[in-house]
């Protein structure tokens, strides 16, 4: 906030070399043996009470402790009255006290030897008060000097699933499942919608990190640092504003190729830019020039929520892409058309088959069917060697290079997805599948969970929303194969 | 299939009047008081199983009768040999024999004097045989003869929620609740993915029928029928291709402004063309044109399942939007800006509140809250007094004509729903509400669902959608306001 240009620009060119010791700091933080809340509570109408339940329920396995001078326990846990009266090391500090007092527990932090803090506290760069800017900028000075990173302040915390570590104000984080991708955001509110859609979606989520008012971990250090995480296969970013879009955009080129960034970014908007500025302090900025330099950087760009999180499981699930020649085999033709249109106006080729594999599907459905693709099996709903006979076609066609799977199913058809299971699951990974298998509510659910978790598709909940995952895919393979500082379109 | 455009524009000048007879008889097909099953069965592996479950299980309260020369009884009910055997006068017969046998069916179905036919059968004009468009032909012949209207053939057949009347073999479409949605679709598939997805967010629905090739029922008919059904509040279409357009311009124009009608085309691709040929016989066409023609007549248009959906529950359950300034409430900042976003680009405009809303606004919401709009409602989560005190000022601020609501909830703020739901149905109805309220599955749907059914607002996936749908609300009004034939931009 109150920047010039020409300070922004000074702050990309220091900013070529981030904090190697800060970096280093973050895996501690995220995988930390002990970690302090300060501020924890028994009160319900305190964070320090929700953060201590994320903890406790998200089954830490670590050390838990609670740091409040007026308590003896808290949810079972013996509180100690700061954190210099624990003897061992402590790890990570989770802060939930008043912002006026987070300076001297910073002091003390910094004294302890803490790796690493999460700062929920809100009342700093945010507000309309300039004091919250220079309170924060001395807590910056403080953790700089000590190569201690910092999520938010201002944040809901963060959570790293693979460590079943809930270091947030929601417990309910817990719930998702454990797996590639790994969310980086400006917006609570946003982090916990993409969550409780990646709970119905059953996304497989590593960790979710609310960046907040970002003291001294932005989008550039995490990028760097879950480049290099081994439990992070696709990094997710939502993005209102950055005051040093060049560091994002070099963090990503140098780790280019590495594993694929996607990002949403909001703020085009007049009326939004107020809303950015005011809730983590900063101006949301142009929208396209945002988007030409995130480009640039290799980075995937989509334009709403559910693109995001359908988008992030494609590249974090699906084998690469390798070119745009793509299958619809649908249980229906309406859907399949519905996925026909987003797939020719995304860049995608809805292939003819080789003369083998147009041969076998003629061979296995009625005249009466559509066989060229897109292929509506409907006729074959009865017939599972039939189902799985065409996809093994499509699957081993040299002119295919992904497919795309439209199936609704109710009473009358609900044997089909136990007969293509099999060979779905057999030839998994060998090109990419995302699907829109739908039914009613909580009836075939298990059986397509199933063959997500073995990695032998991605289910979406639309034959528009499948069809435009496959079209990300593809633009990032092209983004890649491209190479840097090229611009291009973007996806949606 | 197959005609010329100049016979395109002969039927446009010979349909301009319809069936009146045929219509009437609508009336009586989609509210039987007794429903024969012709092709009824016992055998799960037939769809006349499935047609009788969907009858019995959907609590149909009128007379059943299954028609099956072979069996005693089925499912318990004992079976007729032939609908001749049948004393009482039969309202609708639901076929689902071989096509070859259908031609004897429908002079049975005439000598008895029925009034409706759901022609599930497929086998017709969809087929690379010319014998199948000559049997549809014959049997187009018959039926219009006799004014009998008949839905399909090749069709999952129909469903009247108000009747409990399931005439489909999808048992499961008997989950949707009942409302004032009816769908008219081109396809099966697409019908059965907007009902699950219906039954997930429980749009209220009233009928939904599958045209399937459109013997003497198109979307014409169905729509001119619709208009005079007092259980319809809302028209939604699923379109791939029409013979005659004209036929369907002229009979939403005719009933222009009574109930919206909002329309979902796919087949702009030239692949999907191909499907579409095949599955129901007739060429998708032109995308643009349809659309310009379909705007023309009043028509909102949509470009996905999904929006189809939200846009078909907002025109259904809100009141009428009469401007285009809208309110974003939002417990967190992010949601927000996604919102403002869409809102600007799809011409609502983000307003700026009267001074005396302003300053109710400041006085509930602290200064480090974004308090213009969008409003930023998080610092007052824990104060149900507050948020409702800002709802009603935007409430009865009349620089604001709707309201989107956006609130990510998790067990930190699960009270704030209960403290706004008080005064949601207090003043529901008097303003547009549409929501994207969000929580981790199965915790609060409860509540949220509450004031749905109570008509207090609409709850919609993503800040984006909810966007989206309001200004398709927004749509809709403009091109009522606008009167007949005059061109103007889509909804998306």
């Given at each position: 906030m109150g920047k010039t240009a020409k300070e922004t620009e000074d702050n990309a060119i220091q900013d070529k070399t981030m904090?190697?010791?800060?970096?280093?700091?973050?895996?501690?933080?995220f995988n930390p043996?002990?970690?302090?809340?300060?501020?924890?509570?028994?009160?319900?109408?305190?964070?320090?009470?929700?953060?201590?339940?994320?903890?406790?329920?998200?089954?830490?396995?670590?050390?838990?402790?609670?740091?409040?001078?007026?308590?003896?326990?808290?949810?079972?846990?013996?509180?100690?009255?700061?954190?210099?009266?624990?003897?061992?090391?402590?790890?990570?500090?989770?802060?939930?006290?008043?912002?006026?007092?987070?300076?001297?527990?910073?002091?003390?932090?910094?004294?302890?030897?803490?790796?690493?803090?999460?700062?929920?506290?809100?009342?700093?760069?945010?507000?309309?008060?300039?004091?919250g800017a220079e309170l924060q900028d001395s807590l910056a000075k403080l953790a700089n000097e000590a190569h201690i990173p910092v999520i938010g302040p201002n944040t809901f915390g963060m959570i790293n699933l693979h460590q079943s570590l809930n270091a947030s104000f929601t417990p309910e984080f817990s719930m998702l499942q454990e797996g590639g991708i790994?969310?980086?955001?400006?917006?609570?509110?946003?982090?916990?919608?993409?969550?409780?859609?990646?709970?119905?979606q059953q996304a497989g989520m590593s960790k979710i990190i609310g960046l907040g008012n970002r003291l001294n971990v932005d989008f550039a250090e995490m990028v760097t640092f879950l480049m290099d995480d081994a439990e992070t296969r696709v990094i997710s970013l939502y993005?209102?504003?950055?005051?040093?879009?060049?560091?994002?955009?070099?963090?990503?080129?140098?780790?280019?190729?590495?594993?694929?960034?996607?990002?949403?970014?909001?703020?085009?908007?007049?009326?939004?830019?107020?809303?950015?500025l005011s809730h983590t302090g900063s101006m949301a900025g142009n929208q396209s020039i945002y988007e030409g330099a995130l480009r640039q950087a290799g980075i995937t760009c989509v334009h709403n929520a559910e693109s995001l999180l359908d988008t992030s499981r494609a590249l974090a699930m699906c084998?690469?892409?390798?070119?745009?020649?793509?299958?619809?085999?649908?249980?229906?033709?309406?859907?399949?058309?519905?996925?026909?249109?987003?797939?020719?106006s995304e860049g995608l080729e809805v292939t003819s088959f080789s003369s083998g594999t147009q041969k076998a599907i003629n061979d296995l459905l009625p005249p009466l069917a559509l066989r060229t693709n897109p292929v509506d099996m409907g006729p074959a709903w009865y017939d599972s060697v039939a189902i799985a006979g065409i996809m093994r076609a499509v699957m081993e066609d040299p002119r295919v290079d992904g497919i795309i799977l439209l199936m609704m199913f109710a009473s009358a058809n609900k044997e089909a997805?136990?007969?293509?299971?099999?060979?779905?699951?057999?030839?998994?990974?060998?090109k990419p599948v995302v699907a829109c298998l739908s039914a009613p509510p909580g009836i075939w659910d298990d059986q397509v969970l199933g063959?997500?978790?073995?990695?032998?598709?991605?289910?979406?909940?639309?034959?528009e929303r499948a069809a435009r995952s496959m079209a990300n895919l593809w633009e990032y393979k092209t983004m890649i194969d491209r190479g840097p500082y090229e611009s291009n379109t973007c996806a949606h």
């Open positions: 904090d190697a010791l800060l970096l280093e700091n973050l895996k501690s933080l043996t002990t970690v302090a809340v300060i501020g924890a509570s028994e009160k319900p109408d305190k964070l320090g009470f929700h953060v201590m339940k994320s903890l406790k329920l998200g089954n830490f396995r670590g050390m838990i402790l609670p740091v409040n001078p007026g308590a003896e326990r808290i949810m079972g846990i013996r509180a100690l009255p700061s954190i210099s009266d624990y003897r061992d090391p402590i790890d990570l500090a989770v802060i939930v006290l008043p912002s006026k007092s987070v300076p001297k527990i910073f002091e003390e932090c910094i004294r302890k030897g803490i790796k690493g803090i999460v700062l929920i506290t809100a009342g700093f760069k945010e507000i309309d008060d300039p004091k790994s969310l980086v955001s400006q917006s609570g509110g946003m982090s916990h919608l993409l969550a409780f859609m990646g709970m119905r993005i209102e504003g950055l005051e040093n879009p060049g560091k994002l955009i070099q963090a990503a080129n140098k780790k280019r190729g590495i594993k694929p960034i996607v990002a949403y970014k909001t703020g085009q908007a007049t009326s939004g830019d107020r809303a950015s084998p690469p892409l390798k070119g745009n020649r793509i299958a619809i085999l649908s249980g229906q033709a309406g859907p399949g058309m519905a996925a026909c249109d987003v797939c020719e997805v136990a007969g293509m299971s099999a060979f779905l699951i057999e030839s998994r990974q060998k063959l997500e978790k073995k990695g032998a598709l991605i289910n979406v909940p639309t034959p």
